[in-house]
């Protein structure tokens, strides 16, 4: 069994910062990638940013130059920081990892909550 445990989320101003933390843990040979989504009430899941075991990045146009995704692979960890945000940054934020074991399978996280206030 996996578990991806997140913290981090909250409320900030216009123009804050925050930090979201996942950690991966349980039974699993390693993690392939590692991400964030995110979703708005009324809007569909949408990617935030992902990282690949091999430290590439792939980040959704609308956070590019504000958001920066890193990883801890001796902790199988993901960070988020978040700079710059705006109101329409507001989202729940969803943890994602492809964890190899005797097959590959992906998780999630159960959910931030990141609110900016205007």
């Known amino acids: 069994q996996v578990q991806l445990v997140e913290s981090g989320g909250g409320l900030v101003h216009t123009g804050g910062s925050l930090r979201l933390s996942c950690a991966a843990s349980?039974?699993?040979?390693?993690?392939?990638?590692m991400g964030w989504y995110r979703q708005a009430p009324g809007n569909q899941r949408e990617l935030v940013a992902t990282s690949t075991s091999g430290a590439s990045t792939n980040y959704a146009d609308s956070v590019k130059g504000r958001f920066t995704i890193s990883r801890d692979n001796a902790k199988n960890t993901v960070y988020l920081q978040m700079n710059s945000l705006k109101p329409e940054d507001t989202a729940v934020y969803y943890c994602y990892a492809r964890v190899v074991s005797t097959t590959i399978l992906a998780y999630w996280g159960q959910g931030t909550q990141v609110t900016v206030s205007s």
């Open positions: 349980g039974s699993f040979f390693s993690v392939a990638s």
